[in-house]
């Protein structure tokens, strides 16, 4: 992918030949994460399209550019921003969770059991319905022990079914209000199970349904998706095995192919090894090229954040002057976005405020006057303050009105003044208001 996008390097404009080049190596990437070959082109159809409406963004370069539409693209259809799982706030959360045998629904309800207990200070219960896996039942338990997660278990002589119920009126009993359900899985799909499964649903009216599939199944994960699917209306995607080296095309094509939203993704054996779905993340696993990506990401944001820092330190100091004003409208006006750039400093609420009467066309006129400056009343603004004559000179020499330069003044000032209280917070109040 690597080498496609060099061959594109340097190149003006971006034509159909360019893109197809691209979309080529893509589309090998792709199929190597094992998506399905459908989902692919059907997925590099739509690219082609919208890649070749795209302007070339300043600072990349066609290859990029395409990368950059192809990853945005991954990332809408693996979901625009991560759904959490339907939780409610009062009363009992029934989740159930279903799959094939071995595909991580025991560890996967362990985990989410450990995962809401501690982020929405619920209080879990397990129910051990699958009576067909050797031991299963016994797993179940011993991984509620050492979570201190209550289990519900009535051996492996009793039906599904019946556990079920009685787990329900359990839960409701001690006053558990996140109850997950571990089902059977078998190594295929059969009739047998998706009747018990339905069964199952049907008397637990569950508030998730969450399909687990293992990332490493590739190419099989569709097919499985698809037929759970059609007896159960899945809510939620449960991926596991993130840890392995498996790209997780799996992800993509379900998502495809069933709509289904991917909702947790679980990523070792240990039980804290579990996070809500992301689908930035996955979208730059499965497009595999780390390099690439990391190369945008600089190109887009990095390398300004670095001189954004090192320019907010500059501001904290005391004696923050025209030199420094002329400095930050440059970096300003060659990002293009002023929004960006606040974006990137701390404490941008007053000084969002500030700025956003200023235009484009106004920092050059306000250009103007700081360079009728001289040298030394750029370093030293009081010399302007106190000074009449030199205020009057400065707006000749600019072409500009009195009234500017004092507007200019009262804006330096404003600024040393939310820099010295930037200065003075501490980091948790700085962390704070970035986040406004
Ligand atoms: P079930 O049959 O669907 O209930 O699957 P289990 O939860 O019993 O998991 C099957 C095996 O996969 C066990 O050995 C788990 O430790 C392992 N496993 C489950 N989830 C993960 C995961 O995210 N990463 C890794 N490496 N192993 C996992
Ligand atoms: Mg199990």
Same mark, same amino acid.
């Given at each position: 992918?690597?080498?496609?996008?060099?061959?594109?390097?340097?190149?003006?404009?971006?034509?159909?030949?360019?893109?197809?080049?691209?979309?080529?190596?893509?589309?090998?990437?792709?199929?190597?994460?094992?998506?399905?070959?459908?989902?692919?082109?059907?997925?590099?159809?739509?690219?082609?399209?919208?890649?070749?409406?795209?302007?070339?963004?300043?600072?990349?370069?066609?290859?990029?550019?395409?990368?950059?539409?192809?990853?945005?693209?991954?990332?809408?259809?693996?979901?625009?921003?991560?759904?959490?799982?339907?939780?409610?706030?009062?009363?009992?959360?029934?989740?159930?969770?279903?799959?094939?045998?071995?595909?991580?629904?025991?560890?996967?309800?362990?985990?989410?059991?450990?995962?809401?207990?501690?982020?929405?200070?619920?209080?879990?219960?397990?129910?051990?319905?699958?009576?067909?896996?050797?031991?299963?039942?016994?797993?179940?338990?011993?991984?509620?022990?050492?979570?201190?997660?209550?289990?519900?278990?009535?051996?492996?002589?009793?039906?599904? #079914?019946? !556990?079920?119920? =009685?787990?329900? /009126?359990?839960?409701? *009993? @001690?006053?558990?209000?996140?109850? &997950?359900?571990?089902?059977?899985?078998?190594?295929?799909?059969?009739?047998?199970?998706?009747?018990?499964?339905?069964?199952?649903?049907?008397?637990?009216?569950?508030?998730?349904?969450?399909?687990?599939?293992?990332?490493?199944?590739?190419?099989?994960?569709?097919?499985?998706?698809?037929?759970?699917?059609?007896?159960?209306?899945?809510?939620?995607?449960?991926?596991?095995?993130?840890?392995?080296?498996?790209?997780?095309?799996?992800?993509?094509?379900?998502?495809?192919?069933?709509?289904?939203?991917?909702?947790?993704?679980?990523?070792?054996?240990?039980?804290?090894?579990?996070?809500?779905?992301?689908?930035?993340?996955?979208?730059?696993?499965?497009?595999?090229?780390?390099?690439?990506?990391?190369?945008?990401?600089?190109?887009? #944001?990095? !390398?300004?954040? =670095?001189?954004? /820092?090192?320019?907010? *330190? @500059?501001?904290?100091?005391?004696? &923050?002057?025209?030199?420094?004003?002329?400095?930050?409208?440059?970096?300003?006006?060659?990002?293009?976005?002023?929004?960006?750039?606040?974006?990137?400093?701390?404490?941008?609420?007053?000084?969002?405020?500030?700025?956003?009467?200023?235009?484009?066309?106004?920092?050059?006129?306000?250009?103007?006057?700081?360079?009728?400056?001289?040298?030394?009343?750029?370093?030293?603004?009081?010399?302007?303050?106190?000074?009449?004559?030199?205020?009057?000179?400065?707006?000749?020499?600019?072409?500009?009105?009195?009234?500017?330069?004092?507007?200019?003044?009262?804006?330096?000032?404003?600024?040393?003044?939310?820099?010295?209280?930037?200065?003075?917070?501490?980091?948790?109040?700085?962390?704070?208001?970035?986040?406004?």
């Amino acid at each position: 992918l690597q080498m496609g996008l060099r061959r594109l390097t340097g190149k003006g404009k971006l034509d159909e030949k360019d893109i197809d080049d691209m979309l080529r190596e893509v589309r090998l990437s792709l199929l190597e994460a094992d998506v399905n070959y459908k989902v692919v082109k059907k997925f590099l159809a739509d690219i082609k399209e919208k890649a070749l409406g795209e302007e070339i963004l300043k600072g990349l370069n066609p290859g990029q550019q395409v990368v950059k539409v192809v990853r945005e693209e991954l990332k809408k259809t693996l979901g625009d921003e991560a759904v959490d799982l339907n939780i409610k706030e009062h009363g009992t959360t029934i989740v159930m969770a279903v799959g094939l045998q071995g595909a991580g629904k025991t560890t996967a309800v362990g985990k989410m059991a450990l995962f809401y207990r501690k982020k929405l200070k619920k209080k879990p219960m397990l129910i051990a319905a699958d009576i067909y896996r050797p031991a299963a039942v016994d797993q179940l338990v011993t991984l509620g022990k050492s979570i201190n997660v209550p289990v519900f278990e009535m051996g492996t002589k009793v039906s599904a #079914e019946k !556990i079920v119920t =009685e787990g329900l /009126k359990k839960a409701r *009993e @001690e006053g558990c209000d996140l109850v &997950f359900i571990d089902t059977a899985g078998r190594l295929q799909i059969n009739e047998e199970l998706m009747q018990e499964l339905k069964n199952v649903k049907e008397i637990a009216n569950p508030d998730e349904i969450l399909l687990t599939v293992d990332a490493m199944a590739g190419q099989d994960a569709v097919n499985v998706a698809l037929s759970f699917h059609k007896d159960l209306d899945i809510t939620g995607i449960i991926l596991t095995k993130l840890d392995g080296d498996t790209r997780g095309g799996a992800a993509l094509s379900i998502k495809e192919m069933t709509g289904i939203p991917i909702k947790i993704m679980s990523t070792g054996e240990k039980l804290d090894a579990m996070e809500i779905f992301y689908p930035d993340r996955l979208a730059d696993r499965i497009l595999g090229m780390g390099d690439v990506l990391t190369l945008i990401d600089t190109v887009q #944001e990095n !390398i300004n954040e =670095e001189e954004m /820092k090192q320019m907010a *330190e @500059e501001m904290m100091k005391n004696n &923050f002057n025209y030199n420094d004003l002329l400095k930050q409208f440059k970096m300003i006006k060659r990002m293009g976005s002023i929004s960006k750039l606040l974006g990137f400093l701390p404490g941008m609420g007053q000084m969002k405020q500030a700025m956003s009467q200023v235009d484009d066309k106004a920092f050059d006129k306000i250009e103007a006057i700081i360079y009728s400056m001289t040298e030394k009343e750029r370093c030293h603004p009081e010399l302007i303050d106190k000074d009449f004559k030199r205020r009057d000179r400065i707006a000749k020499g600019s072409g500009r009105s009195i009234q500017e330069v004092n507007r200019l003044r009262t804006m330096l000032e404003q600024m040393k003044k939310t820099m010295k209280q930037m200065k003075n917070m501490d980091e948790d109040d700085a962390k704070r208001m970035s986040q406004q």
